[in-house]
């Protein structure tokens, strides 16, 4: 009889349990950090510090061939030294970091002669998407693409 009760039981807790399967809706997602795979760290760390003004932040210990920055948000961008070349920059996959004075920026680059183009490739100049957020783009030392955009979301 106890063995009857036990069968059924979980049967019952079975079937509440498969009505009620987790979904990807029942969790919260937040953006942690992007990884980065550079062949000169210096050289990248100096951009994203320079040019990007993004403060380094402790690396967890990781050692010397890891660099991390952060974002306004806690979201992170790590740099890491390796010899693998085996990614090739495409602008399609890119980073996008929003800027609040973009004309600004676009002036700063221009000063410090870092090249930009808009998502046709047209040099030195913006273009408006369609959702009216205007963006410019701009490559890494290692060529990796970096949006830059006045979204405000």
Do not use: C
């Amino acid at each position: 009889m106890a063995k009857d009760v036990f069968k059924k039981s979980f049967i019952l807790f079975s079937i509440l349990f498969t009505m009620h399967a987790l979904n990807a809706q029942d969790f919260k997602f937040t953006k942690d950090h992007d990884a980065l795979l550079v062949k000169d760290l210096e050289k990248s760390a100096q951009f994203y510090s320079t040019i990007l003004g993004l403060p380094e932040i402790y690396n967890a210990g990781l050692g010397p061939k890891f660099r991390w920055f952060a974002l306004d948000n806690k979201v992170q961008i790590h740099l890491i030294e390796s010899e693998d070349d085996s990614f090739t920059p495409h602008k399609g996959v890119h980073l996008a970091l929003n800027v609040d004075d973009l004309d600004g920026f676009m002036t700063f680059l221009k000063q410090k002669n870092i090249p930009f183009e808009n998502w046709p490739g047209e040099p030195g100049i913006t273009n408006t998407r369609p959702d009216g957020v205007r963006q410019i783009y701009l490559r890494d030392p290692d060529g990796y693409w970096i949006e830059i955009n006045t979204n405000t979301l």
